[in-house]
């Protein structure tokens, strides 16, 4: 083998006296050594190396550990207690290559997911094969991200636990809701939960989704979700959802990229109290012009405040029980690009008086 051994003179000086360009030079040039030699090193070199690169990395800085941890992480024989040094770093730069593809022990990598950040459990979760026990730490402590991260990977066991938890969570989330629902290990029992929990476009991008196999028993849920709502159509309460876009508001103002995430998640508290929140037009009349089959008030809203098409699209699929088609929507774009600023806003200041009397 390309013994390291041409190198070790230079190690002590260049850990002591080099600058940071010397360090992180000769830092790549074993690393290149050992990185060619690699698939051919018996554990008593890859050893070598762990102490060689272990001593150097002492006194380095971060960019170029950063650097190590992207050339080493997918070595199926990286020096080992090299790469657990690095994943157990603070920088994610440092730690996320390795924490993503590196061989790592079981027990450190579930120890990393109950001490570390958010940004480090989320590239564990994207790791190849995870097991149950690391699934339910992720899920337990993860946060939105993390959550639509391993619920997304498809190498991760995920125990009956840790989906109760996702399906809880998917009730404020759309998307976590639609990745979760798109799980072939989901629990019968907990995908019946999630569906009657899900959003109208939730439930619509699953059944559209789904295998042949399962859509009659998605469509059998969801027409039992029809019967119950159409048998009890209680109201809705906004309270949970007007104190956070109010909240969200009042801290940066909302903006016309968070109405369409709130929409295109699902959220349809959110994205109705939000249009209230920014056109200042009372809950309960935009609640109850956004059910009627029409979708003039979507445009109306919208264009007052200066929202574009996708917005407006993402809007009006959003609407629960109401079925937005092409023709819909192309009839709905002709009168949004007729719709002046003006004509929106004198309809929308007529509606901030009405305080839920009626239309």
């Not at 119950?228 to 104190?243: H, M, Q």
Request: glycine residues 4%.
């Amino acid at each position: 083998m390309g013994s390291p051994a041409s190198l070790l003179p230079e190690l002590e000086d260049v850990v002591q006296h080099g600058t940071a360009e010397k360090r992180a030079e000769t830092l790549r040039r074993i690393t290149s050594l050992f990185l060619d030699g690699a698939p051919s090193f018996r554990d008593h070199h890859v050893a070598l190396f762990d102490d060689v690169i272990g001593y150097l990395i002492e006194e380095i800085e971060a960019k170029a550990l950063a650097e190590l941890a992207r050339r080493i992480a997918p070595v199926p024989n990286a020096p080992a207690h090299v790469v657990s040094r690095l994943a157990n770093s603070d920088d994610i730069d440092v730690a996320g290559p390795v924490l993503k593809q590196a061989r790592l022990d079981e027990p450190e990598l579930m120890r990393i997911a109950e001490t570390k950040s958010q940004a480090h459990l989320l590239a564990v979760s994207m790791r190849l094969g995870i097991s149950e026990s690391l699934s339910d730490i992720l899920v337990a402590r993860g946060d939105r991200e993390v959550a639509r991260s391993i619920a997304t990977n498809h190498n991760a066991r995920l125990s009956e636990q840790a989906f109760t938890t996702l399906v809880q969570r998917a009730e404020q989330d759309g998307v976590l809701a639609e990745k979760v629902g798109q799980r072939t290990d989901i629990p019968p029992r907990l995908f019946r939960q999630l569906l009657m929990r899900a959003s109208d476009v939730v439930q619509k991008r699953l059944l559209a989704q789904a295998k042949p196999e399962t859509q009659l028993e998605i469509r059998k849920i969801l027409a039992k979700v029809t019967d119950e709502v159409g048998a009890k159509a209680a109201p809705r309460n906004y309270t949970a959802a007007l104190a956070k876009t109010r909240a969200l508001h009042k801290e940066r103002k909302l903006t016309e990229a968070d109405i369409a995430e709130f929409a295109n998640s699902g959220q349809y508290e959110e994205t109705i109290a939000a249009l209230a929140t920014v056109c200042a037009v009372p809950v309960e009349v935009v609640d109850r012009l956004m059910n009627g089959e029409r979708a003039d008030p979507v445009l109306i809203l919208a264009r007052a405040v200066g929202f574009g098409w996708p917005t407006v699209k993402a809007v009006m699929s959003a609407r629960p029980g109401i079925k937005v088609n092409a023709q819909l929507l192309d009839a709905a774009f002709e009168n949004f690009e007729r719709l002046t600023a003006a004509t929106a806003q004198r309809v929308v200041r007529f509606w901030q008086v009405r305080q839920g009397t009626g239309e």
